[in-house]
């Protein structure tokens, strides 16, 4: 059968893209223990792109102090295009204004690849919650300060600074619960021990869609397909409160150019493969992609924000 002109063009742009790179495996550095979205994430893409890669891709979890311990690992690492961090919203957006002393500076230590996908979230509260709308419960929270229980996977987490944002932005009391991941905080959301959670819509969609828990608000800048009538936070009057948990990947500072523009090629390509895509699907993630430059814009925003966040409602780590 002749090779097709996308065909000849994918061959003809790998061999160079490859030579970029060393000829040794890719470490993939997931600073989490494995089991979770970010570390499944890494290993679907691993396996999609190591035939773009000179001897494939190895999964290095390395979790820890919220995910500084794996970041601290990839900023000493050789920058020679062998190694990459499995970035997130912790570790690449929140850790460096929680932690006096995270191991590591983001933006001097490490260099971006590419952002991979982004999962979205929630604002959801207890089955029979006083209110029907988030205008209803922003009444309610005015009404009795400090009263309303919010839930987290813990201090610095996507689901506690999501919250800590919204009291920042509508000036409401509410009282933060933390737990020690986010499946006792959901259960005590189901059980009506708690009366919100910001919570990843894999996780929470099945719960509204049994009656378990209500959605007041899509967190994001949109409506969200799986449930097409629940509003944004934008819709129902609140601007600036589009949070989605993401993640991507960045390698040590001082990388060759080449070799990112190599492994951002790798990886576009992976995110491309039907069955990458429907794998991501069933996670709840949306596949993103694109150029190491909107990569680094985002985590620079990222971080910006969040410092902000923390700053604002003096949230320090514990």
Do not use: K
């Not at 985002?298 to 514990?318: K, L, P, S, T, Y």
């Amino acid at each position: 059968m002749p090779i097709t002109r996308i065909a000849m063009a994918l061959l003809l742009f790998a061999a160079p893209a490859l030579a970029q790179l060393p000829d040794r495996p890719l470490r993939i550095i997931v600073p989490f223990p494995p089991g979770g979205t970010s570390d499944i994430m890494a290993r679907v893409l691993a396996e999609a792109a190591a035939p773009h890669l000179p001897r494939g891709a190895i999964i290095d979890n390395r979790g820890g102090a919220g995910g500084n311990v794996g970041m601290a690992e990839a900023a000493r690492a050789a920058p020679d295009g062998t190694t990459i961090v499995q970035c997130a919203f912790g570790p690449c957006g929140a850790n460096p204004a929680l932690y006096a002393n995270p191991g590591y500076d983001l933006l001097r230590d490490l260099t971006p690849v590419i952002l991979t996908g982004a999962v979205r979230n929630v604002m959801a509260v207890r089955r029979d919650f006083p209110a029907a709308d988030f205008q209803e419960f922003l009444a309610v929270a005015r009404a009795r300060p400090g009263t309303i229980t919010f839930g987290s996977s813990g201090v610095g987490a996507s689901n506690h600074l999501g919250p800590e944002l919204l009291r920042a932005i509508t000036g409401i009391e509410m009282t933060h619960v933390p737990y020690r991941g986010s499946g006792p905080a959901l259960a005590d959301l189901v059980a009506g021990r708690i009366d919100v959670f910001f919570d990843n819509l894999p996780s929470i969609l099945p719960h509204i869609r049994a009656g378990n828990a209500r959605g007041l608000a899509a967190v994001s800048a949109a409506r969200i397909p799986e449930l097409p009538e629940l509003r944004s936070f934008g819709e129902q009057g609140v601007q600036g409160m589009a949070i989605d948990s993401w993640f991507g990947f960045m390698a040590p500072a001082q990388t060759p150019p080449a070799a990112i523009a190599a492994l951002n090629a790798a990886f576009n390509r992976a995110l491309a493969i039907p069955t990458v895509r429907a794998r991501f699907a069933e996670l709840g993630v949306m596949p993103l992609g694109g150029g190491a430059d909107e990569m680094g814009a985002h985590v620079r925003a990222e971080a910006a924000r969040w410092a902000e966040v923390v700053r604002r409602q003096g949230i320090g780590a514990e």
